[in-house]
């Protein structure tokens, strides 16, 4: 006992370094396995294309001058387009199965892993299910046809339609899991007592369900549009291909444009802006959310 | 209290193991004869790693390799060749076989990263058909060895299509808008238009790039989507009745339904070979060498073939195959040509790539 | 209160059956006998004696699940630690947080490439080991976001009141924060374990010799060849896991949940 009370004495004497324990090892791999191979990322970004790969020796800005081309500027456009879509797209849908989840008691767990256990099959083959879903001749339209409702097969499989559906598809857990990792703190006598002081449903919607909900749903709204925004295999299998998003293009620089240098300064480019807005969003986060939970607490009191 | 002295002690045995356990982890894959690339290899080594396709083998071949050689095989398999190609270049080290596409072998080659071929352990070479050697990914034939050949083309529907595709304007032909489907490829879709318009497919030329890329701009209109392999499915189910495709994924689809046909375009079209080549990093280059004089006996040769449904290049192979896929004659050979890397014209392909698919 | 709930049930049930749907579909025609058609030909079991046959992916499944169950361990760890970390702070992190969202901001085939590089200049040899390590690196991330998430605005008067009662820090920490945190621990390691099984091309970039995972195994099958044995191992994989969960949910009920409500 007096091993850890020796402990104890040492974190308290100085509150630096309990959180310097706390962050080091998450940091310190990151550091490691992620930061400084992004340094390579940067050198290269900064070099000339090899002949049949790699890099060749030469500092250069032509990389990230080359990325200000309207065509690139077009596909990152369209591409936040489809990821702000997808979003919204999970926020609707996400968040009332978060609600469900965090205010069921007994089946809790259970609905948690059924949201996930879709995703514990691979990618393309949950993909080509889909497409077998939706194709001309698939299962949606088998069953439309036969109960006469169409005449003839819609055209669901490579339209924007089903690049959406797909994509919401995708990243629904992504934003479940946080909101419901933050609504679950939701005490239900919070509401009750909000209803027996004469609230409305809406409104009790807007005082205290959001605001407490509120971190869970921007953690979750910055996860799906940061991945959707990188997403380009969704948009492949169920668009058709049809249509390139920024992914496409960094792929091909490592793939069959072989052009390392261009593909890093796109990267970087690319993740230089949505970074922005990651930190935007958090700044929108921090700053009222926060006083109409303290208030949304109060009030229990 | 945790003694320092101790914790540092602790510290330094775990760091220190660091190179021990890599040394130790690498120990059992050390090449125990001359590299790759020498003339006289070692003895056979009792491990060999190939990296290739899925399902681009037959079920016998590596069990009955491995019984007859005591070798033991570990085969990893890629989703597309430029993956691959990615991954040896970044430095990826361990494979004693690699099966690349022609355009690879030149970028490996550039790259410096295969081995010469130690020929004198090859003796079942000369049952290569000559069409398949010599070619410019690999004028000498000193680095690869062909392993499937098979050609692009167009796949279509008998019972829909009235008349055989005979050329790549089909794709412009807006009648069958909504029906049709080009590979998802850059070289293969862009390389269609170059030589619907008498050009090479392996063009770095700006205006001959250009008149493609306003073909394939005009043809996307038509398109239902680009599809690659997963086409054989739609092209089954009549989602799709007109698609570029290689003749053996075709082949395939026809054994499912009968009424898909196969025609290779007037203009001209691309050989594709896929080759076996070793690394100048392989760890097992005797193994390696084996492997390759094994598959090239007429009897292993045609199971590839027979399970994969695309050709074999193995000349001696051609008669055990009951339905072998039939070399080009020659007036289809002058109409083919083979995919070499574009070297520093990538850049502008993959602009006009870009390009078409904002269109 | 109550149309309240309804609309929101109604809402919840129509996405879990859009979220099951391709799934049920997976499932039904891994049992049909025909390769490439929509038509259902007749029920068969072929596609699953094959899968005997399939050593590779029987390989693939068990790589798979030691990564995903040894990454997820560490990187739930180490990502809440983080969490805990950035949260305890007088003024907010903002810009240390921002940074937890960069592996999920970089394109998968960047983060692969690049520790590819670093790991043969380093001269480690690729397989199992790197495999872990990539996955944990980008999985501490999604984790530490999700505890996140579920840390903002919580009720430190729980603790304040655990020491007004004689707790120590740690004492208070183990039964107190942690019991608190336990459903965003959860969320998020669900989160990874999710990733990293279903990660392709990171982990194919990294990975080596015999080191193939379920995905790469099943990406490189599904990309020439869409086979119902590829249904065949989804459903068994499905059917796996459902098994082992239910499984640990029952073990885990024999001890009283901490709800952490007080």
Redesign the interface.
Known sequence: MSRRAGWLRILRARPGLTRGLLLAPGSLWLLVFFAIPLLFVVLASGLHRGEFSGVAPGLTLENYLRFADPLYLEVLGRTALWAGLTTAGCVVLGFPVAWVIARSRRFRNLLLFLVVIPFWTSFLVRTFAMIFLLRDSGLVNSLLLQTGLIHEPLTLLYTPFAVLLGLVYGFLPFMILPVYAALERLDPSLLEAAALLGARPSTRLRTVIVPLAFPGIVAGALLVFVSAFGSFLTSDLLGGAKQAMIGNLIQNQFTTARNWPFGSAASLIVMGVVMLAVLASLRVRDRAPRRLSRQAAEVAR | MIDRRAFLQRVAILTGSFPIVSAVAGCGKEPKGPPAGSETLGPLEDRLNIYNWSDYIGPEVIPGFEKEFGVEVVYDTFESSEEMVAKLLAGAVGYDLVVPPTYAVTALRGANLLAQLSVKYLPNLPNLSSIFRGRPHDPDNRFTVPWQWGMTGIAWRTDRVSRPPQSWSVFLDRSWGGKMTMLDDVRDVIGAFLKYRGHSLNSADPSELEAAERDAIAAKKNLKAYLSAPVKSQLIGGDVWIAQLWNGDAAQAAREEPAISWALPDEGSTLWIDSLAVPRSAPHPRAAHEFINYILRPEIGASISRATGYGTPNQAAMPLLAKPVPYPDPGQLARLEVQTDLGAASGLWDEVWTRIKTA | ?K???R???T??SV??L??????L??VV?SFNQ?????RWTGFTLEWYRALL?RS?LLRGLRVSLIVGLLSTVVAT???T??A???T??AR?A??A??LL???????????G?????????A?????IGTIT??H???N???V???????L????RSLEEAASVLGA???TAFRTVTIPQLA??I???A??A??MS??D?VIT??V????S?T?????????????EPT??AI?TL??LG??IG?WLI?RLSRERPLATG?G
Do not use: C, W
């Open positions: 209160m149309r309240q709930s609309i929101a049930l809402m919840a996405v879990y859009f979220l099951h749907l391709p799934i579909v997976l025609f025909s390769k490439y058609s929509v046959e590779d760890v180490f990502g630690l983080l805990l970390g950035l305890r702070r907010p903002r810009f947080e921002g969202y960069l592996p999920v901001v970089t394109p998968e085939i960047i983060a490439i690049s520790l590819l590089l670093v790991f043969a200049q001269g480690i040899p690729l397989g390590i990539a944990i690196a980008f501490i991330g999604f530490a976001i999700v505890v996140r998430a579920r903002e605005g919580m009720d120590d820090e740690l459903p965003g959860l969320a998020g669900l989160l374990f999710t099984f279903d392709y194919s970039l990975s080596g010799t015999g193939s379920l995905p790469m195994v099943v990406y490189s099958m599904v990309r020439r060849n869409i590829v249904n989804s994989v499905l896991t459902s969960i949910f409500r």
